[in-house]
């Protein structure tokens, strides 16, 4: 995934199949929603493993930090999203508000 994003952003696994990516710089929630579609584009081509392919699909919480938020709020919305984005089929992204 680091592959699909700028040397500023950050990427970790919170756990299981689940990750936090933070952009940094980044407007508004437009140009976020630009930047994971194209990590998105990146991780969903398949992957040749010699005798059979990975396909894998991503489900994502986009949500904006506002000045003075805590963190954890935000990652909340984010993860609520995210499960929304999979309830609606998966492999998209939804924008927590």
């Not at 407007?27 to 929603?33: A, F, L, R, Y």
């Not at 005798?51 to 963190?71: C, F, K, N, Q, V």
């Amino acid at each position: 995934m680091s592959d699909g994003l700028r040397s500023s952003d950050f990427v970790a696994r919170t756990g299981g199949d689940e990750f936090l990516i933070v952009l940094t710089g980044v407007p508004n929630v437009g140009d976020g929603e630009a930047l994971i579609a194209r990590l998105m584009a990146g991780v969903n081509k398949p992957h040749d493993m010699g005798t059979y392919a990975l396909h894998p699909r991503m489900s994502i919480g986009l949500t904006e930090l506002t000045p003075g938020e805590d963190i954890e709020q935000a990652v909340r919305r984010a993860d609520s999203a995210m499960y929304e984005a999979k309830k609606a089929g998966g492999n998209r992204i939804k924008v927590g508000a």
